[in-house]
């Protein structure tokens, strides 16, 4: 069935130069973006989206990272939206990610690894609502 997935593409990923190749590698997989946004989250606001982490030991690196500088943040619509865009950005640390996926080609590390995907249609849906009202979202 068609459905939705929600992703950021980081800072590091839009400092590094690679928005444009990202967002094309997006299209190209058939996505179809239906939210967009370029934005900066706030040290609060990224804690608050990634609060399920909050008692890794990472967790402080990843705040500070993902409030480091501008994001794009998008809702994106196919068939099997979540499954699919998980298999086209690869594995979360970039040196076990596929050849061709999104992070082997422009993550640096674990930490900075270029973009987030949801990891299940419950969650894409509560980070989808965390970034757009649904007037922001074109179907
Ligand atoms: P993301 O899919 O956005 O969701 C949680 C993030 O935590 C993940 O991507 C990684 O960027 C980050 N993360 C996971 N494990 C580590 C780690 N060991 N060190 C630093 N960051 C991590």
Same mark, same amino acid.
């Given at each position: 069935?068609? $459905? @939705?997935?929600?992703?950021?593409?980081? *800072?590091?990923?839009?400092?590094?130069?690679?928005?444009?190749?990202? &967002?094309?590698?997006?299209? !190209? %997989?058939?996505? #179809?973006?239906?939210?967009?946004?370029?934005?900066? &989250? /706030? !040290?609060? #606001?990224?804690? =608050?989206?990634?609060?399920?982490? #909050? +008692? @890794? *030991?990472?967790? %402080? =690196?990843?705040? +500070?990272?993902? /409030? /480091?500088? *501008?994001?794009?943040?998008?809702? &994106? =619509?196919?068939?099997?939206?979540?499954?699919?865009? @998980?298999? &086209?950005?690869?594995?979360? $640390? *970039?040196?076990?990610? !596929?050849? %061709?996926?999104?992070?082997?080609?422009?993550?640096?590390?674990?930490?900075? $690894?270029?973009?987030?995907? /949801?990891?299940?249609? =419950? $969650?894409?849906?509560? +980070?989808?609502?965390?970034?757009?009202?649904?007037?922001?979202?074109?179907?």
């Amino acid at each position: 069935a068609t $459905n @939705r997935t929600f992703t950021m593409i980081k *800072p590091g990923a839009v400092r590094n130069g690679h928005l444009g190749a990202i &967002l094309a590698d997006i299209t !190209a %997989g058939g996505f #179809k973006i239906v939210a967009m946004k370029y934005t900066k &989250l /706030s !040290a609060e #606001k990224a804690g =608050e989206f990634y609060a399920v982490h #909050k +008692e @890794r *030991p990472f967790y %402080g =690196e990843l705040v +500070e990272f993902m /409030s /480091s500088g *501008p994001i794009v943040a998008a809702i &994106l =619509e196919k068939d099997n939206a979540v499954a699919d865009f @998980r298999t &086209l950005i690869g594995a979360t $640390n *970039p040196a076990d990610a !596929a050849e %061709g996926t999104i992070r082997k080609k422009y993550a640096t590390s674990i930490g900075e $690894n270029a973009v987030h995907g /949801s990891d299940s249609d =419950e $969650n894409a849906a509560i +980070e989808g609502s965390f970034h757009f009202a649904g007037t922001d979202i074109f179907a």
